[in-house]
């Protein structure tokens, strides 16, 4: 195997511009499978994620969140947004309908511009009474209760030494960060009610939230857990029968994205295989038209005493090296891409977005070498057969 | 020992709108004798470089035996045969069949190192192999930077690196200049001479006068000629 081995390296060495050509198919390969493979697994992870942090059967939110701010701008994209029904308005419409086993308010108030970050956040005020959706996710974090002035903020906002943040006027301090979810939550900021309240009567004084809105009395957000026998298909029908008010189902909205989410990834799930059966190909036909130019050359070790097997090991020792340096190259550079530009994609697409574990990155990571060096493999079966079909004493004729 | 073959003839196949099979090489016996060289002449296509891939061990006769020292070389499977070219066999294939990632010198050493390491002594001797066909000046260039010629005597030097006991040549002085020719049919008696059987296939009537046999291969049917003819 040495010989094969230093003969493979220097056949490869000494034709440079084959060598690279062949390099960058199977790296082609590669780095589609991965970056491709990356994606769909973070939208699956992002809306896993989605799911389990939604946490409610149905939500209820003013008339106008639709148009101002909505709540799936609020969990999908960070897009921050201000919109309040009084308590007593939305108890009117609650209020009735059968087969609510829970409520839970929550107040939403998009800060200005913090330390923190370069844009706005939504800061989330819950209430630790009644909440069922929030905390038991921030108890993964933060097992304690909150206190006044007391935040917990999304993976996605930085910490800093002091590790308090200032919302309008109000100097906050942070006690956990909570792991990323892929979703708008990961710019946001929890609170409790009490706290969002404070800085909400401040963004009256200083003009940032418009009057009219009597904070002490408002929320942005019922929470409903339904009760055992009930469908939430249908409480939310009938709270959409009263007059200021919204429902939605946790389901409806998870289905959406799902929906969203299934075609995006079965479109780039498409793409993988177009792109990686075409690189396939080439590297399959690259490789048995190499294999042809170099006949006499196999022929030629042969006269010396080369067995076959000893020629396709060298072939198959030249194709392995080549496609495992493309597949390494390729997963190395789709990293180097994919990686950084984590939140263009998730912009772009719209959906949760959520990187998967590092052993699942790894997993993929081994995954796409294999797909590539499958590709590699097939090529080399079709590159022996064609060997072995070859006649040395016929390929030695000069005329060959 | 001599290098044996016996009613050995190869028919091939020749697919075109009616299918049928042709003889390459006849049924024949031939005997390469330890120390001699013996020469087959003939036209292109009358069957001598089929006839030399038949005793390389390279092409599987249609029918009849090849032996080596006694040895069914055909009996054996592949690897073993091919092992068994490797060490007995020199080949010197038609055409320019340099490797071209390669040099001279480690083209020369190839057969040395496809089955074990290069000893010092393989290395003196490929040096000396270099020298005695005249490009030993030229062992560390490529094939690609030699002329036609050069490597012919390239892949003579290769064919010899082992000491093979049989020297198969097919038109090993086809590239060559007249200078260079003799050289090259010198060296060849000087290993026939040292106890090798030397087979040379040609075409050019120079090589007569350096063989002890000589034949004549016509249409695929192998016939000895004196050498006074």
Same mark, same amino acid.
């Given at each position: 195997m040495?010989?094969?081995f230093a003969?493979?390296?220097?056949?490869l060495?000494?034709?440079?511009?084959r060598?690279?050509?062949?390099?960058?198919l199977?790296?082609?390969?590669?780095f589609?499978?991965?970056a491709?493979?990356?994606?769909?697994?973070?939208?699956?992870?992002?809306?896993?994620?989605?799911?389990?942090?939604?946490?409610a059967?149905?939500?209820?939110?003013?008339?106008?969140?639709?148009?101002?701010?909505?709540?799936?701008?609020?969990?999908?994209?960070?897009?921050t947004?201000n919109?309040y029904?009084?308590?007593?308005q939305?108890?009117?419409?609650?209020?009735g309908?059968?087969?609510?086993?829970k409520?839970?308010?929550?107040?939403?108030l998009?800060?200005?511009?913090a330390?923190?970050c370069s844009?706005?956040l939504?800061?989330i005020?819950?209430?630790?009474e009644?909440?069922?959706t929030?905390?038991?996710?921030?108890?993964?974090?933060?097992?304690?209760?909150?206190?006044?002035?007391?935040?917990?903020?999304?993976?996605?906002?930085?910490?800093?030494?002091?590790m308090?943040?200032?919302?309008y006027?109000v100097?906050?301090?942070?006690?956990a960060r909570?792991?990323?979810t892929?979703?708008?939550?990961d710019t946001?900021?929890?609170?409790?009610?009490?706290?969002?309240?404070?800085?909400?009567?401040?963004?009256?004084?200083?003009e940032?939230?418009?009057?009219?809105?009597?904070?002490s009395?408002?929320?942005s957000?019922?929470?409903i857990?339904v009760?055992?026998?009930?469908?939430?298909q249908?409480?939310?029908?009938?709270?959409?029968?009263?007059?200021g008010?919204?429902?939605?189902?946790?389901?409806?909205?998870?289905?959406?994205?799902?929906?969203?989410l299934?075609?995006?990834?079965?479109?780039?799930?498409?793409m993988?295989a177009v792109?990686?059966?075409?690189?396939?190909?080439l590297?399959?036909?690259?490789f048995?038209?190499?294999?042809n130019e170099?006949?006499?050359?196999?022929?030629?070790l042969?006269?010396?005493?080369?067995s076959?097997?000893?020629n396709?090991k060298l072939?198959?020792t030249e194709?392995?090296?080549?496609t495992?340096?493309?597949?390494?190259?390729?997963v190395i550079?789709?990293a180097?891409?994919?990686?950084?530009?984590t939140?263009l994609?998730?912009?772009?697409?719209?959906?949760?977005y959520l990187?998967?574990?590092?052993?699942?990155?790894?997993?993929t990571?081994?995954?796409a070498?294999?797909?590539t060096?499958v590709?590699?493999?097939?090529?080399?079966?079709?590159?022996?057969?064609?060997?072995?079909?070859?006649?040395?004493?016929?390929?030695?004729?000069e005329?060959? | 020992?001599?290098?044996?073959a016996e009613?050995i003839?190869k028919t091939?196949i020749?697919n075109?709108?009616?299918?049928?099979?042709?003889?390459?090489?006849e049924?024949?016996?031939?005997?390469?004798?330890?120390?001699?060289v013996?020469?087959?002449?003939?036209?292109s296509?009358s069957?001598?470089?089929?006839?030399?891939?038949?005793?390389?061990?390279l092409?599987?006769?249609?029918?009849?035996?090849?032996?080596?020292?006694g040895e069914?070389v055909?009996?054996f499977?592949?690897?073993?045969?091919?092992?068994?070219? &490797?060490?007995?066999?020199g *080949?010197i294939p038609q055409?320019? /069949?340099?490797?071209?990632?390669?040099?001279?010198?480690?083209? !020369? +050493?190839?057969?040395?190192e496809?089955?074990g390491?290069?000893?010092?002594?393989i290395?003196?001797?490929?040096?000396?192999l270099?020298k005695?066909?005249?490009?030993?000046?030229?062992?560390d260039?490529?094939?690609n930077?030699l002329?036609?010629?050069?490597?012919r005597?390239?892949?003579?030097a290769r064919?010899?690196v &082992?000491k093979p006991?049989f *020297?198969l040549?097919?038109?090993? /002085?086809g590239d060559?200049?007249?200078?260079?020719t003799l050289? !090259? +049919?010198?060296?060849?008696?000087?290993?026939a001479?040292?106890?090798a059987?030397?087979l040379?296939?040609t075409?050019?009537k120079?090589?007569?006068t350096?063989?002890d046999?000589?034949?004549k291969?016509?249409?695929?049917k192998?016939?000895e000629v004196k050498?006074?003819?």
């Amino acid at each position: 195997m040495k010989f094969i081995f230093a003969l493979a390296r220097k056949n490869l060495i000494k034709k440079p511009y084959r060598t690279l050509a062949m390099i960058l198919l199977a790296a082609l390969a590669a780095f589609t499978v991965f970056a491709g493979s990356i994606v769909v697994l973070s939208l699956n992870n992002g809306l896993k994620s989605y799911g389990e942090r939604l946490g409610a059967d149905v939500m209820v939110v003013p008339s106008e969140a639709r148009t101002s701010g909505s709540f799936d701008d609020i969990l999908l994209q960070g897009i921050t947004g201000n919109y309040y029904i009084t308590e007593a308005q939305l108890n009117r419409a609650l209020s009735g309908v059968e087969g609510i086993e829970k409520v839970s308010t929550q107040f939403y108030l998009a800060s200005v511009t913090a330390s923190c970050c370069s844009s706005k956040l939504q800061i989330i005020g819950f209430d630790p009474e009644t909440d069922f959706t929030v905390q038991p996710w921030i108890r993964e974090r933060y097992s304690e209760s909150l206190g006044d002035g007391d935040i917990i903020v999304g993976a996605d906002i930085t910490l800093n030494s002091s590790m308090t943040l200032q919302f309008y006027n109000v100097k906050c301090k942070i006690v956990a960060r909570l792991d990323k979810t892929g979703t708008g939550l990961d710019t946001a900021v929890y609170t409790t009610i009490e706290t969002i309240r404070q800085m909400a009567e401040n963004a009256v004084i200083l003009e940032h939230l418009t009057e009219g809105y009597d904070v002490s009395t408002s929320v942005s957000a019922a929470m409903i857990k339904v009760a055992d026998g009930f469908d939430a298909q249908s409480v939310a029908g009938k709270i959409n029968g009263r007059k200021g008010v919204k429902a939605t189902t946790a389901q409806s909205y998870v289905s959406g994205v799902a929906s969203g989410l299934n075609n995006v990834a079965g479109a780039i799930g498409a793409m993988v295989a177009v792109v990686w059966l075409l690189a396939a190909a080439l590297i399959v036909v690259s490789f048995v038209m190499v294999c042809n130019e170099r006949m006499k050359e196999f022929a030629v070790l042969r006269a010396m005493g080369a067995s076959s097997s000893m020629n396709a090991k060298l072939l198959l020792t030249e194709i392995f090296a080549v496609t495992a340096i493309g597949a390494v190259t390729g997963v190395i550079f789709s990293a180097i891409v994919t990686f950084p530009l984590t939140s263009l994609i998730k912009s772009a697409l719209s959906l949760p977005y959520l990187l998967p574990s590092f052993w699942a990155i790894a997993l993929t990571v081994l995954g796409a070498i294999a797909a590539t060096l499958v590709a590699g493999a097939v090529s080399a079966l079709f590159a022996v057969a064609r060997l072995n079909r070859s006649d040395a004493g016929l390929m030695l004729r000069e005329d060959a | 020992m001599p290098l044996k073959a016996e009613n050995i003839s190869k028919t091939f196949i020749r697919n075109g709108k009616n299918t049928n099979s042709f003889y390459a090489v006849e049924e024949t016996d031939l005997l390469l004798e330890n120390g001699t060289v013996t020469a087959v002449v003939g036209r292109s296509g009358s069957g001598k470089t089929t006839l030399l891939n038949m005793l390389s061990g390279l092409l599987t006769p249609t029918s009849g035996k090849v032996f080596y020292d006694g040895e069914d070389v055909y009996s054996f499977d592949d690897d073993v045969r091919s092992k068994l070219r &490797n060490k007995s066999v020199g *080949v010197i294939p038609q055409g320019q /069949t340099g490797l071209k990632s390669l040099t001279v010198y480690e083209n !020369v +050493l190839l057969p040395a190192e496809m089955y074990g390491s290069v000893s010092e002594e393989i290395k003196e001797r490929a040096d000396e192999l270099l020298k005695a066909v005249g490009i030993g000046s030229l062992k560390d260039e490529y094939p690609n930077e030699l002329s036609g010629g050069e490597l012919r005597r390239m892949a003579i030097a290769r064919a010899l690196v &082992n000491k093979p006991s049989f *020297v198969l040549a097919d038109e090993p /002085t086809g590239d060559l200049d007249d200078e260079n020719t003799l050289a !090259v +049919l010198k060296l060849l008696r000087s290993v026939a001479d040292q106890g090798a059987a030397v087979l040379i296939v040609t075409h050019e009537k120079d090589t007569l006068t350096f063989a002890d046999k000589v034949y004549k291969m016509d249409a695929g049917k192998l016939s000895e000629v004196k050498k006074e003819e």
